[in-house]
């Protein structure tokens, strides 16, 4: 088929852009005719709202997302379920993506660093926590009367905990430095690892359904040696492959994100061309990339991507979840919704004392690990699409979600006197751990990173001429530098601390600190990126000194109540009329 | 998935590609596409979502950049370049397109695709010459917004024209109320309303993206075009500060959504015919033939001496993404020919990758050589034993004085004319002058000078000046340890400005450091003095 042909298809649907000409002449009504955009812009619009609503609430905007699913799907029926977002059409891929893009997002903070960092503590309390929740969940859902594989299903979901959740929340108390914030996030990332087994356990069983016990078996030998094979050509190529393509194209930002998401989809493809979840595929190539020197960067930048992206996917998740179902069955939802609260911080506090740290630290992380993980969802998504379970269960799971998200995360935003008061009342007595262990401050301490940290410190942006000689006139003064740039080799020619990134990511400021730095300093010859930094700067109340390059600039620069302008070109100057006196023309 | 990862495959080595010959990606993007499309295996529903995305993002953050602010004092010259080459260019095009026997209305549709200029590849030229912020590449600046904006307004006239001259109109009409709206409410009121809501991150997007497809889908009922409601969303955000929160959080989401829409771009494209390749070549020619001309007589009669306004013109004698987006607004309404869309295509990837091999300094001076008024008028004598100062802008002033104070006679060689009127009425002698043209150098009396002071505002500028410059010493002011090296090794005495910069920033850190936020302030006032 030639290009006519082609674009045929093109024109016919003609949606993409809107036909006013097509709208006269048919019987099109006058609402938009193309549904991704009529969807999307829904599906965005109804976040956008449930979410603004829910931070005044102080609810995770996963439970807003979902509950505008729920709004816009089960409730007044605007938009119909394409289950768990595998279907067809264009906002069933873009969840898809979006899920994927998560787990690459979850991969690329886990460097082999930051595994060794974790330690064993992580491991151990990780693996007990997850085995005993799964366990305990399985016995419990069969005791209300579930069948086997819907009990295991359950157990399996409950077991884990909400990456996002917790992270966001965290790093909104500024506690992901703590010891117990640490240990929590270590604890997730051994979740993480043992969520993609799950899911591509789930994958594997759902194919050809559950024969018998010899095929589980060889389909989960297939799985695993699948997932071998991709684990060692995602290690391989991070140590062997990428790097130096990566450092060739790295100091292109937009290039460098399209051959990172590249690399992504290269290793989905192949993780289903071995019959394995994408979520794995996308995992490993965020580990694999994880490893290079800039992941962090990749990583803010990715994350815009998937907060378009999952907002969409949790939407898709919300419309396709039948809350009736559960209300059915609110017994099952109340006991299984008090183990997933009381019984999994139980298992921590149980557990993590017995490694050398103390009652609070493991009560703390227990307290913040009290929830379902978005994950459940995903896996309850698969698990239908599987047929392995009904409509009825996802929606329990969706709801026991919904409910423990949204009350844990008022119990993380005040789990110091939730602690307290449990301590007062005696409760946590059974466990019988010291209050303090010996372990707890180390690791507080052992925090490497920007997070935290940082103080009084002066943050120079760009790392030109200018900006490396400030950063080495201050540091022979004996100030605290943090020097950052988009181009890893300046970087490298710098000395004292430095990140990798664009000035003008919010993100990267607050990874630099900038909140507590005494001075920041940009020496960039860019306006708008000048300009955006000395209006951050003020609304955190840092001084700033920027570099006035151009007469032209130094107007709004004032404007924005810059503390001190670097004024290179006239100080060129005067150094050319003291050159001019050294050469004996004057004086 | 499968759609996804073969367009990013096609857009990695589109990128690829582009890194390796250092020329823009937008090319590459279009032509990895276009072979992709061999393979057969992107389908045709997936393009078409590809395609709508790609163009609302790609179309919004043009509108977002729309800020006249960041003109400065060259909004009056934007408004006579842009709207004379707009215009002119569009006649020729629809003369041309004619008389390669088009008919008028896809003529219309082919004028409109080669007046706008793109964006993407001319500041990408003036970033790595690090003129984005000289007065021309303010100019060129404003020239390719007023064009974006022009183009957008003039897009649901076109798509009308079918349904008669009343329903062009009307959309056109449409368009400039919304526009208006946006422009005089919305961009004043959003920025209170983002500010009193504080956002973080993931709801700054969400809230900007709900802004967008309401816009689009107000757009709709309106009966415009889709990119008219996106660029218009663009304008409602593009006030400072939001503009760049918005940014920095958008940037990700849009290279995404570029790289696959370019990519699709070129997957839905076909072997384009040899007539169409005939007619793109002329196109392309006329696209490069006529607006450096234009531009340059345009530019220099607001006020820009010749190279810059040689330079403006290079800049943006090419079609732009937004040709592109003309080009498929007409393809999916039916209202041309695809094979017309391959021609808007084909010039729009020849004049782009044209752009950056013309827009350098080579061209530019041989283009010098044949402008029409050389002011350098030979002085009768050159004058002897003289302190030259090159350049004299802004920061040469100061500089200025201190000469005045000493025994030698001046010399001031500056190619603006304001500057050269205000320096003769201090009672200094002046040229006006290219400092390149070796020409000029010579009657500047630059071989016998006692020393030449250079300021010029790129350093690589200098380069006549240190072979024109016998044995007398040149002092050239550069930024960069690289360009001062390049001045050593030619024979020159750099002097770092970042060096001194840097010195006077550490002189005030070491004042100021730990003292009250009030006493900083005065600082600032004295630097203004300087």
New interface residues.
């Given amino acids: 088929m ?3 042909g ?2 045929q ?3 016919l ?12 002449d048919g019987a099109v009504p ?3 005719d ?1 549904p ?3 969807e ?2 829904l599906i ?2 109804t ?3 449930f ?2 609503l829910a ?1 005044r609430l102080h609810i995770p ?1 996963i439970v807003a997302y979902i509950a505008a699913g729920l709004l816009l799907g089960p409730v007044t029926g605007v938009l119909q379920a394409t289950h768990g977002g595998h279907g067809a059409g ?1 906002v069933a ?1 873009l969840s ?2 979006g899920i994927a893009l998560l787990l690459f997002l979850v991969g690329l903070e886990l460097s082999f660093a930051a595994i060794r960092e974790v330690g064993w503590v992580a491991v151990v309390s990780g693996t007990v926590q997850v085995l005993v929740s799964a366990g305990g969940g399985f016995a419990l859902s069969l005791l209300l009367g579930f069948a086997p594989l819907h009990a295991a299903f359950l157990g399996v979901a409950l077991a884990f905990s909400s990456t996002v959740v917790v992270v966001k929340l965290l790093d909104r108390r500024g506690d992901l430095g703590e010891t117990y914030g640490r240990i929590a996030l270590g604890i997730l990332l051994v979740q993480d690892l043992m969520v993609v087994v799950a899911l591509t356990v789930v994958s594997g069983l759902g194919r050809e359904g559950v024969a018998d016990a010899a095929q589980l078996v060889r389909q989960l030998g297939m799985a695993l040696a699948g997932m071998l094979v991709l684990v060692g050509v995602s290690v391989g190529a991070s140590t062997r492959l990428l790097p130096r393509p990566f450092a ?2 790295g100091r ?4 460098l ?3 990172s ?2 690399w992504c ?2 290793l ?2 192949g993780a ?1 061309a071995m019959d394995l979840s ?1 979520e794995l595929g996308a995992f490993l190539a965020g580990v694999s990339l994880a490893q290079l020197p800039f992941n962090q960067e990749l990583r803010r ?5 998937v ?2 992206f999952l ?1 969409v996917f949790f939407v898709a998740l919300g419309v396709s979840m039948d809350p009736a179902a559960a209300w059915g069955n609110w017994p099952a939802v109340l006991a299984l919704l008090a183990f997933v609260m009381i019984g999994k911080p139980a298992v921590l506090l149980a557990v993590i004392p017995r490694l050398g740290y103390g009652e609070r630290v493991a009560g703390l992380a227990g307290l913040t690990l009290a929830q379902t993980s978005e994950f459940s969802f995903v896996l309850a998504g698969l698990g239908l699409t599987a047929g392995l379970i009904d409509a009825e269960v996802l929606s329990l799971i969706g709801v026991l979600g919904l409910a423990s998200m949204g009350l844990s995360s008022a119990v993380i935003l005040r789990s110091r006197r939730v602690y307290a008061r449990l301590r007062a009342l005696g409760l946590l007595r059974i466990f019988r751990a010291p209050h303090e262990g010996r372990l707890d401050r180390v690791a507080s301490e052992a925090r490497p990173g920007a997070v935290g940290v940082l103080r009084g410190h002066v943050v120079v942006v760009g790392m ?3 900006g490396r ?2 950063v080495e ?2 540091r022979s ?1 004996g100030e605290g530098t943090l020097a950052i740039d988009l181009d890893p080799d300046k970087l490298a020619r710098v000395p004292g601390p430095t990140l990798l990134g ?1 000035a ?4 990267l400021l607050e990874a630099a600190g900038l909140r507590h730095a ?2 920041v ?1 940009s ?1 960039l ?5 000048n ?2 930094l000395a ?2 700067a003020r609304t955190l109340g840092v ?1 700033a ?1 920027i ?1 006035a ?6 107007e ?1 620069l ?1 404007r924005l109540g ?16 003291e ?2 006196r050294d ?1 004996g ?2 004086g | ?2 759609g ?2 073969l367009l ?2 096609a ?2 080595a589109g ?2 590609a ?2 390796a010959l250092r020329l823009p ?1 937008l090319p590459f993007l279009v032509l990895a596409g276009f072979a992709l ?1 061999f393979t057969g295996r992107v389908e ?6 590809a ?3 790609g ?2 993002f790609l179309v919004f953050v043009a509108g977002l950049e729309l800020n006249p ?2 003109l ?2 060259q909004k009056r010259a934007a408004l006579l370049v842009g709207t004379v080459q707009f215009g002119v260019l569009g006649a020729a095009g629809f003369a041309a397109a004619l008389g390669l026997g088009m008919d008028p209305h896809t003529a219309v549709y082919v004028a409109l695709a080669l007046t706008a200029s793109s964006t993407l590849v001319a500041v990408r030229v003036l970033q790595q010459r ?1 003129e ?4 021309y590449g ?1 100019l060129v600046l404003g020239v390719l917004l007023l064009q974006d904006a022009l183009v957008v307004l003039l897009i649901p006239l076109l ?2 024209l ?2 008669g001259i009343g ?1 062009a109109a009307a ?1 056109a009409g449409a368009a400039l109320v919304l526009m208006g709206v946006s422009w005089t409410l919305l961009r004043a009121l959003l920025p209170r309303i983002l500010a009193w ?1 504080s956002l973080d ?3 700054l ?3 900007v ?2 802004l967008l ?2 816009f ?2 107000l ?3 309106l ?5 008219v409601g996106a660029f218009v969303a663009g304008v409602a955000l593009s006030s ?2 939001v503009n ?2 918005v ?7 849009t ?2 959504f ?2 696959v829409f370019f990519t699709s771009l070129g997957a ?4 384009p015919s040899g007539t169409a390749l005939l007619q793109a070549l002329a196109l392309a020619a006329l696209v490069v033939l006529v607006t450096p001309p234009l531009v340059t007589l345009l530019a220099e009669r607001a006020g820009h001496s010749a190279r810059p306004a040689i330079l403006s013109g290079l800049l943006l004698s090419q079609t732009s993404e937004f040709s592109l987006v003309v080009g ?2 007409g ?5 041309i020919l ?2 017309t ?2 021609v808007i295509v084909l010039v729009t990837l020849l004049t782009m990758t044209l752009t950056p091999l013309l827009a350098g300094d080579r061209v530019t001076l041989a283009l010098l050589r044949l402008h029409p008024t050389r002011w350098g008028r030979p002085e009768p004598e050159p004058p002897e034993g003289h ?1 030259l100062l090159v350049g004299c ?4 002033m ?2 200025l004085e ?2 005045l ?4 006679p001046l010399m001031v060689l500056d190619d603006d004319p304001a500057v050269v009127a205000r320096v003769r009425e201090a009672g200094v002698p002046a040229l006006r002058g290219d400092a390149s043209d070796p020409a000029v150098l010579r009657s500047a009396g630059a071989d016998r000078a ?2 030449v ?1 250079s ?1 010029l505002g790129r350093p690589r500028d200098n380069e006549a000046l240190l072979a024109a410059a016998g044995s007398a ?1 040149v ?1 050239v ?1 550069a ?3 690289e360009d001062a090296r390049w001045i050593s090794a030619l024979g020159g ?1 750099p ?12 002189e ?3 004042r ?2 730990g003292r009250r ?1 009030d006493d ?2 005065e ?2 006032e004295q ?2 003095v ?1």
């Fill in positions: 030639g290009v006519p082609r674009l298809a093109l024109s649907e003609a949606g993409g852009l809107s036909s006013p000409a097509t709208r006269t006058a609402m938009y193309d991704l955009v009529r999307l812009g965005l619009a976040a956008a709202v979410a603004l931070r905007t264009g891929l898809e993506v060739w194209i292109s930002p937009e290039a994100l399209v051959w998401l590249t989809f290269l989905i493809l289903k994408l930048r990715v994350d815009p991507l907060n378009f907002a030109n001429a200018l000689r400030i006139g201050l003064r664009n003008e990511d919010l993100q005494k001075l300093v020496a010859q860019i306006e708008d990126a300009n955006l209006y951050r001084p000194a570099h390059f151009d007469r032209s600039v130094v709004d004032h810059v503390t001190h302008l670097i004024d290179s070109k006239t100080a060129g100057a005067r150094r050319l009329g050159a001019l050469e023309v004057y | 998935m499968t996804i990862a990013l495959l857009a990695t990128f690829g582009a890194r990606a499309s045709a529903d997936f393009l078409q979502d395609l709508v995305l163009i609302t602010a960041r400065h004092r690090r984005l912020f000289e007065p303010r798509t009308g079918p349904r329903a959309g809501l991150e993931e709801l997007i969400l809230v993206l709900s497809f309401a689009l889908l757009a709709d009922r009966g415009l075009p889709l990119v400072f500060p760049g929160v940014r920095g959080q958008m940037t990700p989401i290279d995404f570029s790289a839905t494209l076909g072997m498929l607004q393809v999916v309404l039916n209202q695809p094979e869309f391959s302190v802008g802004g920061t040469g100061p500089l201190t000469l104070i000493g025994p030698h006692r020393v002071l300021t010493p002092l002011r930024f960069d340890d005495r002097v770092l400005a970042s060096e001194a910069a840097a010195g006077r920033f550490l005030w850190f070491d100021g450091a936020e900083d302030l600082e600032v630097e203004e300087l």
